[in-house]
């Protein structure tokens, strides 16, 4: 994973009142929490670039009042009209102690179903996964080689050395439904088995 920085301030109060004085100033309030203690602070918006407003999941280089912290985004509140960051909690992290993050999906390759006019649906663009620092990749690459009309990936098809998938091995990830330029007959038949006849393989992306 690549790592991107933060800077911030160390909050002086953490009640509700200074949380919204915060917020007027276009700053978000923001807690690192890990090892028994807990960091309370605040940074201006716009330093969420390359963290939320970005499709990839990073690690987070965190300053504080002279102080570094590694640590990943855990948790991030919005406010529910305006859809504006309002909090955001950091965990931190060890190279010997597993995280949970949420990893984009990027497929590889050229699915013969698409070949054929059927359509590539990617039905999560990020998985939950759980493993050490040092294996989780940038993204979860899945190829799509092979992959026909009405058949899927499942997370049960995905399997990476030092990497759990937190998800239910029936869940499709991606699939390639059919489309208006498909006949019936190209499409896989309503009752047969939906999975590619050989399960797509996964490999993690580049670090």
């Known amino acids: 994973m690549k790592t991107v920085s933060l800077s911030g301030s160390l909050r002086a109060n953490v009640g509700k009142t200074d949380a919204a004085a915060l917020r007027l100033k276009g700053h978000v309030p923001c807690v690192i929490y890990g090892n ?35 640590t990943v985004l855990q948790e991030a509140q919005y406010h529910k009209i305006t859809d504006a960051l309002i909090h955001a909690d950091f965990l931190l992290v060890s190279d010997d102690k597993p995280v949970t993050v949420h990893l984009p999906v990027r497929t590889v390759g050229q699915s013969e179903g698409v070949k054929a006019g059927g359509k590539l649906t990617v039905k999560l663009r990020k998985v939950k996964v759980r493993g050490l620092i040092a294996n989780l990749p940038e993204a979860i690459e899945i190829s ?38 498909v006949t019936t007959e190209e499409a896989a038949p309503a009752g047969g088995d939906k999975k590619a006849a050989a399960p797509a393989k996964a490999a993690p992306a580049k670090k």
Not at 44 to 67: Q, S
Not at 164 to 170: A, F, I, R, Y
């Open 36 to 70: 028994g203690e807990q960091i309370h602070f605040s940074t201006d918006t716009r330093n969420f670039k390359n963290i939320i407003f970005t499709p990839e999941t990073n690690l987070v280089n965190v300053e504080v009042d002279g102080k570094s912290y590694r």
């Open 144 to 181: 799509i080689d092979g992959l026909a009309i009405g058949r899927s990936v499942s997370a049960g098809d995905i399997s990476i050395d030092g990497i759990t998938l937190l998800h239910p091995k029936n869940i499709s990830i991606v699939s390639v439904v059919t489309t208006r330029n």
